[in-house]
């Protein structure tokens, strides 16, 4: 998918567009042509290595189409890999007053603020604050490259492991929901489907990632998916 032309002129955000369900958006392709990252690729140690010493990669979206006019703001959330016997990703479900992405799947995390050290310390506090996990239990990664969204937020995903023990304690002002997905199935992209629609003379773009949980569905797409299908890119090169 390339990179959305970020030009702040125009569009309104596709949660905002009268009737939009992302559910209900036909995907115009899904990429099982792709090689999954073998599950031995995602283990603790292997993890480990690669941002230790990463490969020459380049994200595949890294903005979406502005809507918001106002200054930049700095972000941080956390993608949290949580080392059970299969590797977990740690997700959110928001809750629905929020002003943006309201009730969409979200990592924890957050907009700077002026005390933090770095975007990991940003990342940190906020998962703290969202879903009450404890520093002690992660161990930082790294960092992917940032990702912009529409409302102007340049998001800076830092990869950690978590320890399985941690406990959480969810801001119910925030976070309506914490769940955990497998690793694995994240990062094949025969679980990446593409969405495009055209309003208004704008085109957007976007992934989406579904997954089963029991009986529910949990509906990943727009900028958790973006920065996840980054993620797939850095750890398939």
Do not use: C
């Amino acid at each position: 998918m390339a990179p959305i032309d970020p030009t702040p002129a125009g569009p309104i955000p596709l949660s905002k567009l009268p009737n939009f369900d992302p559910r209900a958006m036909p995907a115009i392709g899904v990429d099982a042509h792709l090689p999954a990252v073998p599950p031995e690729e995602l283990a603790a140690e292997a993890l480990r290595r690669r941002f230790a010493s990463p490969p020459a990669w380049e994200p595949e979206v890294w903005a979406e189409r502005q809507f918001a006019d106002r200054a930049p703001a700095a972000a941080s959330v956390l993608v949290p890999v949580v080392l059970r016997e299969r590797p977990m990703v740690l997700l959110t479900e928001r809750t629905t007053h929020l002003s943006t992405h309201s009730g969409q799947v979200a990592f924890p995390g957050g907009k700077r603020d002026d005390t933090d050290v770095d975007a990991a310390d940003t990342a940190l506090r906020e998962a703290h604050e969202e879903i009450g996990l404890e520093r002690r239990f992660v161990e930082v990664l790294g960092q992917m490259p940032t990702y912009t969204t529409g409302t102007r937020f340049v998001i800076t995903p830092v990869v950690a492991l978590v320890d399985p023990a941690h406990a959480l304690a969810l801001n119910a002002f925030e976070v309506a929901d914490a769940f955990e997905v497998p690793l694995e199935f994240l990062m094949n992209p025969a679980h990446h489907r593409r969405h495009a629609l055209v309003h208004d003379g704008y085109r957007r773009e976007w992934f989406s990632m579904p997954y089963m949980d029991g009986s529910s569905e949990r509906f990943i797409w727009g900028a958790t998916a973006g920065m996840l299908r980054n993620l797939y890119r850095f750890l398939s090169a």
